[in-house]
């Protein structure tokens, strides 16, 4: 039986856990509770949690605040009715291993509390299974640096990876936790159940993604992507990829990892430039077909260098694949599969870089994805809140219906209206719970339900935080007001 603490100041959100959690979990679990941050940490000194559900908004000691006084750090899963990635960011570098929504949704709430039985039971295995993640780093530092052929054969087969051919990336980051890097990599890619091996190196990491034949390697490109983007969400810190050629194992190995790294050294030449991220994903946000070539030139033109087109024919690759990953639906994701396989089989300039012009241009202009102008599809979403903004509106949902990627959505929202999606809804609808103060005789608990908000605590608190004070003091004052002035 699981120790677990549900700290909430609310005691029906309490409730409606333990509720929740008997339903599927029976017997499975003793409860504890707190009403705020003082309990909480000193139940976490007297008992031996092993699950705590933590509200971010409690009396006197916030959640955060307790994560940053707990001595011993049970397995962490936030309660907050706070949409926005401060919170999570924060909660995030506290340790929290989970984060969800009041109220949580019934299938999230339970996907969160299978994710901590399985880690629960992780825990439980025998210990040579337990120390996978210290062959899997054995192997990648034989990979990068030693070349034991023996060594590899045997890591290879205790670590059950049957894939003989290997695609590396160096993940170039600024991080002072190296472990916690490597940590966050690791559960990341098991949960994808990824064949891998993975070690710490200056300024960031080396992950060796194994896969069958060369034919895959866009398929590991984009785990790389998603890898990326996972990583500068739970880490804060922006994650630039670099790539090389596919080579088997071992025979591949360290030569290719060295030849990536530090190619002078391995006597391939001048280091191949890398692409500026950034000014790429501008450019196709901006649909600029020239600005994102010019992004793409410096290594574009090293294809014609002493070094070989490998490395930059797989730094384009990268490049591309991470970019096309932040506007694509999953429906455009097939045909982008099959446009990124064209540059493996590509060679010379003159053709690499007629493929990689081809695939920007179909991005900008034919991608289903990229379909609608910019201010339009912005202008939908306006439109879509102002008629109705008591409606469950969420970025996804809405990228989702408008047939967009959500992560280009909300930052072409912000970029065209100076907030984030979840602020300028708030605001609509705190606008809007004043005009029916101010128009009708609905009482304040129907006003909030009209504009989206059935719980009257937190509408309470969503108009606190854009008034300065609560619908009811508000509604008072107008209403004073208007009396004076009649």
Not at 349 to 373: H, K, N
Not at 404 to 410: D, M, P
């Amino acid at each position: 039986m699981y120790q677990i603490l549900i700290a909430d100041d609310e005691r029906k959100d309490r409730n409606i856990i333990k509720i929740l959690l008997e339903r599927r979990y029976a017997g499975q679990f003793q409860f504890w509770e707190a009403e705020n941050g003082e309990q909480t940490l000193e139940i976490l000194r007297r008992e031996a949690i092993q699950l705590l559900l933590l509200d971010i908004n409690m009396p006197g000691r916030s959640g955060i605040d307790v994560l940053h006084s707990m001595d011993a750090r049970p397995y962490v899963i936030m309660l907050t009715a706070y949409d926005h990635f401060v919170y999570t960011r924060e909660a995030l570098r506290c340790g929290a291993r989970d984060y969800l929504l009041k109220p949580p949704v019934r299938e999230e709430f339970y996907q969160a509390i299978d994710r901590f039985l399985r880690d629960q039971s992780q825990k439980r295995l025998p210990e040579r299974l337990q120390n996978r993640s210290v062959f899997t780093r054995e192997l990648a530092q034989q990979m990068m640096y030693y070349g034991d052929r023996k060594k590899m054969e045997g890591l290879l087969d205790v670590t059950g990876i049957r894939e003989r051919m290997a695609l590396c990336g160096l993940l170039d980051l600024e991080l002072e936790d190296g472990e916690s890097l490597l940590d966050e990599l690791e559960g990341f890619l098991d949960r994808c159940r990824i064949s891998y091996a993975a070690a710490r190196r200056e300024g960031g990491a080396a992950v060796f993604l194994f896969c069958q034949e060369e034919g895959a390697v866009p398929e590991a490109l984009e785990s790389l992507a998603q890898l990326a983007h996972y990583l500068e969400g739970n880490l804060c810190a922006e994650v630039q990829i670099r790539t090389g050629p596919a080579a088997s194992v071992p025979e591949g190995y360290p030569e290719t990892f060295l030849h990536l790294a530090e190619p002078a050294a391995a006597g391939g030449g001048a280091a191949v430039p890398m692409v500026r991220q950034t000014d790429l994903e501008r450019a196709v946000r901006r649909r600029d077909y020239g600005e994102a070539m010019a992004a793409l030139r410096p290594v574009l033109e090293a294809l014609g260098g002493s070094g070989g087109e490998n490395l930059p024919k797989y730094q384009l690759l990268t490049a591309l694949s991470q970019c096309g990953r932040q506007f694509q639906t999953q429906r455009d994701y097939q045909a982008s599969y099959y446009r990124l396989s064209e540059l493996i089989g590509a060679h010379g300039q003159e053709g690499i870089t007629d493929i990689t012009a081809r695939y920007v241009q179909w991005l900008l202009g034919e991608c289903p994805g990229m379909g609608r102008p910019q201010n339009n599809t912005v202008q939908l979403v306006l439109d879509r809140v102002r008629e109705d903004c008591g409606q469950p509106w969420s970025i996804d949902a809405l990228a989702d219906s408008l047939h967009v990627n959500a992560y280009y959505l909300s930052h072409l929202f912000k970029e065209y209206t100076g907030q984030c999606f979840t602020d300028y809804l708030a605001e609509r609808r705190i606008e809007r719970a004043v005009e029916l103060m101010r128009t009708t005789d609905l009482s304040l608990a129907q006003i909030g339900e009209r504009v989206g908000y059935s719980d009257p605590n937190y509408f309470s608190r969503v108009f606190k935080k854009r008034r300065g004070v609560g619908p009811r003091e508000f509604f008072q004052d107008w209403k004073t007001s208007t009396n004076l002035r009649n």
